[in-house]
């Protein structure tokens, strides 16, 4: 009886943590969207989809979780994103589309993906698993967001990463060379 115990107890421990960041991640989004954090957008979703692909790998490195039951109880109505989804298209107007590989272990086939798709897909997901952990239902949780990182969001949010990424290297490097001579110039003659 004692691994059993130690079991759940390991289960609850990462659905905790699992659930603390999808809240975050959440939040993160949402605050961006808002146009809460202008100046600093484009680092919190780096930061926030960093740390979310860190928790759905530890989710994806343990043995997967199976339900309770056969049949996933509804665990409600799905949170309306139409507004974080047009708030995140306004922000990133110009920069939401890009290129993507459909599989690339299986084709090289080239198709398109959104950036404000991938964050808005992720949330879904992540939130979608916050309401079976807040109504109880540890494990269904669990297998939500275990499942749903193996199959979307874990593959999306890796997108989103790689595209935040891209246009931050692109904001920070693609600096005027005579800014930049100026600025270094000033840096060495005070």
Known sequence: M??????????????????????????????????VTTDSALSVLLLATSQI???GARL??????VPDERFEPDPGPDPELDALRENLANLFD???????LVDPVTTAEVTSGS???????????????????????IVEALWW?????LSSWGERSAMALRVLHG???????????DAVAEAEFDALHP
């Not at 994806?60 to 979780?65: K, M, Q, R, T, Y």
């Not at 967001?145 to 990182?149: G, H, I, N, V």
């Not at 246009?167 to 060379?177: F, G, Q, T, W």
């Open 145 to 149: 967001w275990q499942f749903s990182y």
């Open 2 to 35: 004692p691994e059993h115990s130690e079991a759940a107890g390991s289960e609850a421990a990462l659905a905790q943590y699992t659930a603390a960041e999808a809240r975050t991640f959440i939040s993160s989004v949402t605050e961006v969207a808002a146009g």
């Open 53 to 55: 692909l860190v928790t």
């Open 167 to 177: 246009i931050v290297a692109h904001v920070r490097l693609d600096a005027d060379e």
């Open 115 to 137: 950036l404000v798709n991938d964050l808005v897909d992720t949330t879904s997901a992540l939130a979608h698993g916050l309401q079976h952990y807040d109504a109880g239902r």
């Open 60 to 65: 994806g490195a343990v043995e997967d979780f």
């Open 94 to 100: 110009g920069v939401d589309d890009y290129a993507d």
